[in-house]
């Protein structure tokens, strides 16, 4: 779609929104000379040439333009009806001061002898007020010495591009908020001129709450999830049971489903059906190890490219400001790879206290990496869902209670492989062997390992199952033994890790896997590690 052709579906959606009047007037200010820009004091909206505006017009509509680099762009519409005889009178007064060719008191402007140039500011009181020659930089202190000002009884508008995204951009919706704040939040009313197979549908505006549990649970499952522990419901609670604050933290063993749960909630939220389609109100944000300040998060200005580095948790909160009807999933995965206090310090002191996170201290936005400009500051929109997944193991960092406070803990330990494996053979019909072969021996040996902290999840027994699948389809000569040892070495006995207290799960593991050669000499070797150094770990 053109230029042209946006801007005449937006007149289009103009005329069906403003009520009709007999003598309706309609001018366009879409030109870079005549393109609206805030200045001090108001808003200049306009450049119209009104010279030959019919003196039996009872109603005029002025369509206006404000463009947001790079893409983003306001179009707006000032409505003058019950004030049109003040808005005549004003160019009426301005075409004879500019005739006489004296500077008229009280204003002190000079003036044009024709109005084909007409400028249009809305000041701080929300009215419009004309001059027909030069410019003001800002509205002046004293706006009773500019006569005629007019009501504005209406401004409609539409945001383009209308797709979701974070560079629709935060400040054009800010811009429209300014908007009301001249003239009145209840005279601004919004638009949908333009068609887009991405605009945002029914279902993406659809909050969690107003959502029946069972519906979620269903689409969820329909997805791919197994979460037969109420895993779903607790999430759903866990994220909702507040009306301001919705964060909650999934802790447990390694291939349960965690970073998958909140992915599939989204999906089932907003009313996709598949994993592979798009979710534009669904962001992964993975925690790194070397986080150790809020940069990783929130961003930050960098002076080699003159530009503000837009991390995808800070695009996120952007684009949740932006869309405030639609609630914005964040995931942040692994979120205790780092010390959480560190890095995400200042967003806990935002989602307890409600203030502002501050972003810069530049009075102006900055470019953003993604090309929406950076605010200041920023607030974390009650539309604004957060999960983080956590591990506990050596390679990750103790979370202190500032943290938990703040967010719902939900354990996803417990680990049902025989009834994973029972589902994943009627999804995947091709597995229904494989599935029989492994699921009653995987689940003993999960059994013993999860005792001691050692356990595996969905992740490690799918991973099994479709090794064990392969080798049927696809190599000869290998029992269904011999694979099945190759995978308890290559994929389960290499998460053991302990000391003395552990000795009873080596022992166990060693009789019920005895037929199995690999398994055996393996633990043979954690054992004789046991008894020489006090301890043992399979990966050394």
């Not at 500019?98 to 007409?118: I, R």
Request: hydrophobic share 40%; charged share 20%.
């Amino acid at each position: 779609m053109d230029t042209l052709e946006r801007q005449q579906l937006y007149k289009e959606a103009v005329v069906q929104a403003v009520p009709t009047a007999s003598r309706r007037r309609m001018h366009d200010a879409y030109g870079i000379s005549n393109g609206a820009k805030i200045v001090e004091g108001g808003l200049f909206a306009f450049n119209v040439n009104f010279e030959n505006l019919a003196g039996d017009a009872d109603q005029l509509v002025v369509n206006c333009l404000l463009n947001f680099p790079p893409e983003d762009q306001v179009y707006f519409s000032l409505v003058v009806k019950s004030d049109m005889a003040t808005f005549k009178n004003r160019l009426d007064e301005m075409r004879a001061a500019g005739n006489s060719g004296t500077v008229v008191s009280p204003d002190m402007l000079a003036y044009a002898s024709t109005n084909n140039n007409v400028k249009g500011y809305i000041a701080g009181d929300g009215k419009l007020y004309l001059r027909n020659k030069g410019f003001w930089d800002g509205l002046p202190d004293d706006l009773s010495t500019i006569s005629k000002p007019a009501v504005i009884d209406q401004v409609v508008f539409g945001i383009h591009p209308p797709a979701a995204s974070a560079r629709r951009s935060m400040l054009a919706r800010q811009f429209v908020g300014y908007l009301g704040t001249l003239i009145g939040a209840e005279k601004i009313h919004e638009l949908q001129p333009w068609p887009d197979p991405t605009l945002v549908d029914a279902n993406m505006r659809r909050m969690p709450t107003t959502i029946d549990l069972a519906v979620i649970e269903e689409a969820v499952h329909n997805l791919g999830g197994y979460y037969p522990g109420g895993e779903v419901r607790r999430l759903h609670i866990g994220l909702n049971f507040l009306e301001r604050k919705h964060f909650a933290i999934l802790s447990g063993l390694s291939g349960t489903g965690k970073t998958l749960l909140p992915l599939m909630y989204a999906r089932a939220v907003h009313g996709l059906s598949e994993m592979e389609e798009s979710d534009p109100f669904l962001s992964v944000c993975p925690v790194r190890p070397e986080w150790t300040d809020p940069s990783g998060l929130m961003g930050y200005y960098d002076i080699l490219s003159n530009r503000y580095i837009v991390p995808p948790f800070l695009e996120a909160v952007m684009l949740a400001v932006a869309h405030e009807e639609s609630p914005v999933f964040v995931v942040l995965d692994e979120m205790n790879l780092a010390r959480v206090e560190y890095y995400f310090s200042d967003v806990l002191s935002c989602i307890e206290t409600g203030e502002n996170l501050r972003l810069h201290s530049s009075s102006v936005p900055l470019e953003g990496s993604t090309g929406a400009s950076v605010p200041a500051e920023v607030a974390l929109p009650p539309n604004l869902y957060l999960t983080g997944t956590i591990n506990i193991d050596e390679t990750t960092s103790v979370m202190s209670d500032k943290v938990l406070d703040r967010a719902v803990v939900i354990d996803m330990s417990e680990v049902d492989i025989v009834g994973y494996l029972k589902d994943l053979a009627i999804n995947d019909p091709g597995l229904k062997e494989a599935c029989a072969i492994t699921s009653d021996r995987l689940a003993a040996v999960q059994k013993r390992m999860v005792h001691h902290g050692l356990g595996f999840g969905y992740r490690v027994a799918e991973e099994v199952v479709r090794y064990q699948a392969f080798v049927q389809n696809n190599v000869s000569g290998l029992s269904t033994d011999d694979t099945f040892d190759d995978l308890m070495v290559q994929k389960v006995l290499v998460k053991l890790r302990g000391a003395e207290r552990q000795r009873s799960l080596l022992t166990n593991l060693h009789d019920q896997l005895k037929d199995l050669p690999r398994s055996t000499e393996f633990l043979d070797r954690l054992l004789l590690d046991l008894d020489e150094f006090g301890s043992f770990q399979a990966g050394r």
